[in-house]
């Protein structure tokens, strides 16, 4: 137990320092974001956290800031940042995405297409499990884009279970209450993702990022703990996430949208914050670069193509499933074989 303890306090030092030796001469300004818009985003999370008082009625007016903050150009030396929400640390970051809103929401919220295709990066699997009170599946919000005459809220619980990160290779799995709004003032169409998670996830699992982060080949022991040096058995857990998307179409006819993400997280291992702004600025990072890259890609144009191909794997038996996912696997380890990712043995962990 001793040596438990020692070595989290090395690995707490040590973590706590390298952040900061890292970016000694290169830390962007940090700004803090203004009292009332800090005030909007509550209003905002309060759609999907219920400790707060959910309002009657959505009012777009109150959230003009936020979007007018959101379409504003900003300095890329200058780095925002929201306030803590009951100690939990925050980050924020926006991107440009050369497609239509109508496109994201056919592609990225689409029901017949699940979440890890335009979030490999971060997400392993996301499931509605009710929405406004009902098990169903999300609506296709692309076709209430036509008649958009009064905001349309939809309220739920989504399961989530995310890739490993970066720091840890930990991997968690929880339950959000998530709400999405879309409505249209003054010919601008305003799409809004809310998140809040529901109590504290389940333990986090050892997972495995198999050569560079950005090949999205990730391995999922299922065993409890990191794969940080010395901390290894630890128990860790996401206590709080909190998150609200922003998407806002510049110009209704110029397929281009904003998108700018407010993300709130505290995790860490008996019930001490290991969580960094500067950590989740980077998980930020690494969603928006792939999510981008996708949202783009000319290959991904036909949507109902897609549907179809999905719809198809979702129909194939298990056993041919199974053959498959042996057949990827085996692909793997030859494709990693010899790199200091041992990725064979790896790989026979798992299986």
């Given amino acids: 137990m001793l040596k438990n303890i020692s070595s989290l306090i090395y690995c707490l030092v040590f ?35 219920h400790s707060w008082q959910t309002p009657v009625d959505f009012n777009p007016h109150r959230i003009e800031n936020v979007v007018d903050f959101v379409l504003a150009p900003k300095a890329d030396t200058v780095r925002y940042q929201p306030d803590k929400i009951r100690g939990t640390p925050s980050a924020f970051i926006e991107a440009k995405i050369s497609v239509s809103l109508r496109h994201i929401l056919n592609l990225a919220y689409n029901p017949h297409v699940p979440s890890v295709l335009t979030s490999p990066s971060s997400i392993r699997m996301a499931q509605w499990r009710q929405i406004n009170g009902r098990p169903q599946p999300l609506p296709e919000l692309k076709n209430m884009l ?28 929880y339950e959000l209450d998530r709400t999405i709004i879309l ?27 198999l050569g560079a982060d950005q090949n999205w080949d990730f391995l999922y022991t299922g065993q409890p703990g990191t794969n940080l040096t010395g901390l290894n058995w630890a128990k860790t857990y996401m206590y709080d996430s909190f998150s609200v998307t922003v998407y806002c179409e510049t110009d209704a006819k110029d397929p281009m949208v904003k998108i700018a993400l407010f993300k709130w997280v505290r995790a860490g291992w008996a019930d001490i914050n290991l969580v960094r702004t500067d950590n989740i600025y980077s998980g930020l990072e690494r969603f ?64």
Avoid at 15 to 42: G, H, R, Y
Avoid at 291 to 308: C, F, G, W
Avoid at 323 to 330: D, G, H, L, S, V
């Fill in 183 to 209: 409505y249209r003032q003054a010919d601008r169409t305003t799409f809004i993702s809310i998140a809040a998670q529901k109590g504290i996830s389940n333990v986090g699992k050892k997972g495995i990022i």
């Fill in 15 to 49: 973590w706590m320092a390298l952040p900061a030796f890292c970016m000694a001469d290169s830390s962007p300004q940090i700004v803090l974001l203004s009292k009332e818009l800090n005030e909007s985003l509550i209003y905002l999370l309060s759609y999907a956290d």
């Fill in 288 to 351: 928006i670069q792939s999510y981008k890259q996708i949202l783009e890609s000319p290959n991904l144009t036909d949507v109902a193509a897609l549907e179809r191909t999905c719809g198809h794997i979702e129909q194939l038996p298990t056993d041919r499933l199974r053959q498959m996912t042996r057949a990827y696997f085996k692909n793997l380890a030859f494709h990693y074989a010899g790199t200091s990712d041992s990725a064979s043995q790896r790989i026979d962990s798992v299986l």
């Fill in 146 to 173: 036509d008649n958009l005459q009064t905001p349309v809220i939809l309220s739920g619980i989504e399961y989530m279970e995310n890739t490993p990160d970066t720091f840890s290779g930990a991997y968690y799995d």
